[in-house]
């Protein structure tokens, strides 16, 4: 059974910074296509923040992150990273990690996504 887990989620200060983690089990992560950070605030709909994918390394972000995260992999750990630097209140969400089989369609498609973790919730006061 494969499953994800994140961790790493918290309460920080505005301009601070938080580095979320997402373990695989049951499965490795040089057997996915593609692994994806996305997050939903309260009251809205979810959201991609970043992707990557196994072949080559492709990343891919969001507007509203580009510049100030970034994604990576310990493959031989199976963990996914979201480095998250100048966090601010608009950041605040719950942070879900996803992980796809196959390509086919755009990194922000959550179609794509075979598998979810169950989130972990990042706060940044105002």
């Known amino acids: 059974q494969v499953r994800l887990l994140e961790s790493g989620g918290g309460l920080v200060q505005p301009g601070g910074s938080l580095r979320l983690s997402c373990v695989s089990s049951?499965?490795?992560?040089?057997?996915?296509?593609?692994m994806g950070w996305f997050r939903q605030a309260p009251g809205k709909e979810r959201q991609f923040v970043a992707a990557?994918?196994?072949?080559?390394?492709?990343?891919y972000y969001s507007d509203s992150v580009r510049g100030r995260f970034t994604i990576s992999t310990d493959n031989k750990k199976s963990t996914l990273y979201l480095q998250m630097n100048t966090l601010g209140p608009e950041d605040t969400a719950v942070y879900f990690c996803?992980?796809?089989?196959?390509?086919?369609?755009?990194?922000?498609?959550?179609?794509?996504?075979?598998?979810w973790g169950q989130g972990t919730q990042v706060t940044v006061p105002s």
């Open positions: 049951g499965r490795s992560f040089g057997d996915y296509w593609i």
């Open positions: 996803a992980a796809g089989n196959d390509g086919g369609s755009f990194a922000y498609n959550e179609a794509i996504y075979n598998y």
């Open positions: 990557i994918t196994s072949v080559g390394g492709a990343r």
